[in-house]
């Protein structure tokens, strides 16, 4: 891996998509979004997606000029169309949008249908918390799970944010109903490491951490087994519905086609309820818990932290194969 600095990782990847004929004010944004996920450590939904993003757009998958439009609303309840325009900017969009609702009503929630692929689920539930908000967000995705019983892949990995605003470093949980997201595998096998625990089956079945070996089986494992199976279920049913979108069995497995996907974003406003502002009191007292399991236990959250200093002060590391390609663009 090599370090660069994040100013230049991000005036790069504008740089592309001014190029590719986005907007100056979006270009900043997208890029933005792309170049904070390599920097929290999520490569695979940062930098090294980029360039299968770009591919998106001269494929005509994602339109670069399309933005969200409110389609129906009820009360603090709102559907949106985000019209295939490039997913994180309608996620950025609808997040923003939950919280404006739940600074008027307590509560905020779009749901949104029609969009591509979000990125790094983790930056709106970041993008929440860091505006004093809860934040709770999920996707559907294209059938890329198979659900517990079964050899084909037929539910979505799915990915669930959950984010708590805290003073000393929200608390924000970023998970896939697969063990390891496709990204995160794709990852381990470009560094050469194995899984650290089992992360799907091999081609004859057998439960494996060879990140090459689950990839070609297609055969990832979900968490929990039979309950993020479930999970990952209604998630899905919970998506389409509110949003009046697709559900996972109706978008392409094709990774390059993956779009059309519905979304959910939900804001609390904790300030509003919390009348006696004993909530960083109770978050403190939460976190300090945890502590008693000792040092090696974190809070959801706090590593990204760490590696956000860290990389900020010495440099993104970013795998120079995909530096390389991400200048060619």
Same mark, same amino acid.
């Given at each position: 891996? =090599?370090?660069?600095?994040?100013?230049?990782?991000?005036?790069?990847?504008?740089?592309?998509?001014?190029?590719?004929?986005?907007?100056? &004010?979006?270009?900043?944004?997208?890029?933005?979004?792309?170049?904070?996920?390599?920097?929290?450590?999520?490569?695979?939904?940062?930098?090294?997606?980029?360039?299968?993003?770009?591919?998106?757009?001269?494929?005509?998958?994602?339109? =670069?000029? /399309? %933005?969200?439009?409110?389609?129906?609303?009820?009360?603090?309840?709102?559907?949106?169309?985000?019209?295939?325009?490039?997913?994180?900017?309608?996620?950025? %969009?609808?997040?923003?949008?939950?919280?404006?609702?739940?600074?008027?009503?307590?509560?905020?929630?779009?749901?949104?249908?029609?969009? *591509?692929?979000?990125?790094?689920?983790?930056?709106?539930?970041?993008?929440? /918390?860091?505006?004093?908000?809860?934040?709770?967000?999920?996707?559907?995705?294209?059938?890329?799970?198979?659900?517990?019983?079964?050899?084909?892949?037929?539910?979505?990995?799915?990915?669930?944010?959950?984010?708590?605003?805290?003073? +000393?470093?929200?608390?924000?949980?970023?998970? &896939?109903? *697969?063990?390891?997201?496709?990204?995160?595998?794709?990852?381990?096998?470009?560094?050469? #490491?194995?899984?650290?625990?089992?992360?799907?089956?091999?081609?004859?079945?057998?439960?494996?951490?060879?990140?090459?070996?689950?990839?070609? *089986?297609?055969?990832?494992?979900?968490?929990?087994?039979?309950?993020? %199976?479930?999970?990952?279920?209604?998630?899905?049913?919970?998506?389409?519905?509110? %949003?009046?979108?697709?559900?996972?069995?109706?978008?392409?497995?094709?990774?390059?086609?993956?779009?059309?996907?519905?979304?959910?974003?939900?804001?609390?406003?904790?300030?509003?309820?919390?009348?006696?502002?004993? /909530?960083? #009191?109770?978050?403190?007292?939460?976190? #300090?818990?945890?502590? +008693?399991?000792?040092?090696?236990?974190?809070?959801?959250?706090?590593?990204?932290?760490?590696?956000?200093?860290?990389?900020?002060?010495?440099? =993104?590391?970013?795998?120079?194969?995909?530096?390389?390609?991400?200048?060619?663009?």
């Amino acid at each position: 891996m =090599i370090r660069i600095p994040f100013d230049e990782v991000h005036r790069v990847l504008t740089g592309v998509l001014l190029a590719l004929g986005f907007e100056p &004010a979006r270009a900043q944004l997208s890029a933005r979004l792309f170049a904070e996920s390599t920097r929290d450590g999520v490569h695979s939904h940062g930098i090294n997606r980029f360039p299968r993003f770009v591919q998106q757009i001269r494929d005509r998958v994602v339109d =670069i000029h /399309a %933005s969200p439009e409110l389609v129906a609303t009820c009360g603090a309840v709102e559907r949106w169309n985000g019209r295939r325009g490039p997913g994180n900017l309608n996620a950025h %969009s609808s997040m923003q949008r939950a919280i404006a609702l739940c600074r008027e009503n307590g509560i905020g929630c779009v749901a949104l249908a029609n969009t *591509s692929h979000w990125m790094r689920g983790g930056s709106y539930g970041w993008q929440a /918390a860091e505006a004093g908000v809860i934040g709770i967000c999920w996707t559907n995705t294209q059938p890329n799970l198979p659900p517990w019983g079964a050899t084909k892949p037929l539910v979505g990995n799915n990915p669930l944010v959950i984010a708590v605003p805290r003073a +000393a470093g929200p608390v924000v949980l970023d998970i &896939a109903m *697969s063990q390891f997201s496709f990204g995160a595998v794709e990852s381990y096998r470009l560094r050469g #490491e194995q899984l650290p625990v089992d992360g799907g089956f091999d081609t004859g079945g057998v439960l494996t951490r060879d990140p090459a070996a689950i990839e070609a *089986s297609g055969r990832m494992i979900p968490i929990g087994y039979w309950k993020g %199976s479930g999970l990952a279920l209604i998630l899905d049913l919970v998506a389409a519905l509110l %949003s009046g979108g697709s559900a996972t069995h109706q978008i392409p497995t094709d990774p390059i086609l993956e779009t059309g996907l519905s979304q959910v974003f939900l804001a609390l406003d904790l300030p509003s309820i919390d009348k006696n502002g004993i /909530a960083e #009191e109770v978050s403190r007292r939460v976190v #300090e818990s945890l502590r +008693a399991g000792g040092q090696t236990v974190r809070y959801p959250g706090e590593q990204t932290l760490r590696l956000r200093r860290e990389n900020l002060e010495l440099g =993104i590391p970013v795998d120079p194969r995909i530096w390389q390609k991400v200048q060619t663009l």
